[in-house]
């Protein structure tokens, strides 16, 4: 195989396949081949591949062809090599017996032999601006090894999209009503996939069988996961029903993110969790507890309310839960909303709407974030 890439295309296939690579665990049997990208050349330009046999990755970039032919070579060895030649620079790469020249570096290779075949799930169907909401979502999935089914996202397509994600404290549901399938699908999608969709953009194409989903690009780019089993918790358990002995307060989110920003609290001193309060009548103020040494202090901001909370209220929150919150939310307004005897706080959006004003959910059901109040 010869052929002549450009630095910056091969940067951006590197990004897409890095959650794939195999990385090394003890427990498990070490398989060099799965530390490998698969080089492999089409009419004018060169396919990339590389799976963990969890998650599998296939993108094309441009290329000239001198040489036709395939060969693997080791990912972290060829994103070292890479960062030496700069940005957008054409670079050779040429097999020579069992190394590879990669730019100006040797690298010793593998053959494809014992690569495994990656096949995608044929797509079936397309779905707009799915990337925009799941990728949202999985921050707030669970990383707990024991509740493998909250590990993933839950994808529910049919009329619309559903979508939720939860560690068991938080919660993130996504309604979006401009996003359709011809069927029902319902599937749990690991979150380290779900992730790998930023690199889509646009329609999105799905194909799912019993133990597997496939997303493609409009690009072509593929990204093909293995379906977490079993069945999704049931989220709304967590949502307070709206005839329940709560506060609420309309607040406008963009308010809510600068004071957040201009109090920047710390996300945790030292092993402890920054603990935020929201203190809320006429205005909204928001402070956290610092200290330095002995001596301790309170750092607040406040803010107006277009509307006075008829019941004061004040709550306490984990800073980075609340961060994580309103970065997910996209809406004109949110509703405070908090059920004191249940120690639960929700925000829920407003005139909800994505940034081309195609997404339109008004009504403070539709939740969006749900977690726990600290005490």
């Known amino acids: 195989m010869k052929i002549n890439v450009n630095t910056t295309d091969l940067a951006s296939a590197f990004k897409f396949l890095k959650p794939m690579i195999s990385k090394p665990m003890i427990s498990k049997t070490y398989i060099p081949i799965l530390y490998n990208v698969k080089f492999k050349t089409l009419v004018d330009s060169v396919e990339l591949s590389a799976t963990n046999l969890e998650l599998d990755g296939i993108c094309a970039i441009p290329a000239e062809i001198t040489e036709p032919g395939e060969i693997t070579i080791p990912y972290t060895e060829m994103v070292s090599a890479l960062t030496k030649q700069g940005k957008d620079k054409i670079i050779p790469i040429e097999t020579a017996k069992d190394k590879v020249l990669f730019g100006n570096t ?13 096949i995608p799930v044929p797509v079936s169907h397309n779905v707009d601006n799915l990337s925009t909401y799941a990728t949202s979502a999985a921050p707030f999935a669970s990383i707990d090894n024991g ?3 909250i590990n993933g996202v839950f994808l529910h397509l049919n009329t619309g999209a559903l979508i939720y ?3 068991s404290k938080r919660l993130a549901k996504i309604m979006a009503n401009n996003t359709s399938y011809p069927t029902e699908l319902k599937a749990i999608v690991p979150t380290s996939a779900i992730k790998a ?3 889509f953009t646009g329609s999105i194409g799905i194909g799912k069988d019993d133990t597997s989903i496939s997303f493609t690009s409009e690009s072509g780019w593929t990204l093909t996961s293995r379906l977490i089993e079993g069945d999704y918790p049931d989220a709304e358990a967590v949502i307070a029903p709206m005839n329940r002995n709560t506060h609420r307060v309309i607040v406008s989110l963009s308010k ?3 004071a957040y920003n ?3 609290p710390p996300k945790q001193k030292g092993n402890h969790i920054t603990c935020l309060t929201l203190r809320i ?3 909204l103020t928001m402070s956290y507890e610092s200290s330095d040494g002995d001596l301790k202090h309170i750092v607040s ?15 306490k929150l984990n800073s980075a839960f609340f961060k994580s919150a309103i970065d997910l939310i996209i809406a004109n307004d949110v509703e405070i909303s908090t059920v004191i005897a249940d120690e639960e706080f929700s925000l829920n959006p407003i005139d909800f709407s994505i940034p081309d004003g195609t997404m339109h959910i008004a009504g403070t059901s539709q939740h969006a974030i749900v977690m726990p109040m600290r005490t």
């Open 106 to 118: 040797y690298i010793v290779s593998l053959p494809t032999d014992e690569f495994p075949q990656l």
């Open 147 to 149: 509740r493998q089914q």
């Open 165 to 167: 994600a939860t560690d």
């Open 197 to 199: 969709m930023q690199f």
């Open 256 to 258: 809510l993110q600068t």
């Open 262 to 264: 201009i109090l920047s």
């Open 281 to 283: 009548d006429d205005k």
């Open 301 to 315: 901001i406040s803010f107006d309310l277009d509307k006075t909370c008829q019941t004061p209220f004040a709550v």
